[in-house]
């Protein structure tokens, strides 16, 4: 899925996240809902699963498994 999208777009995402979270409405919403304001970013744990999987596309890493 992130194969597909623009560095442009992922700034335009980035840039509409960022004017949400400053958003009164917003906090004002999150805060009634009683929604946490802890983030946990899966951008290592999806780069090491490209990583992986890269490696084990890889003709160098052929011969260890042999």
Request: charged residues 25%; aromatic residues 6%.
């Amino acid at each position: 899925m992130l194969k597909h999208i623009t560095i442009e777009r992922l700034q335009e995402i980035e840039a509409e996240r960022a004017q949400t979270e400053t958003d009164p409405n917003f906090k004002t919403w999150m805060h009634e809902l009683r929604v946490g304001t802890l983030c946990i970013t899966k951008d290592g744990i999806t780069r090491a699963q490209q990583m992986m999987a890269d490696w084990n596309q890889s003709p160098l890493n052929k011969h260890l498994w042999e």
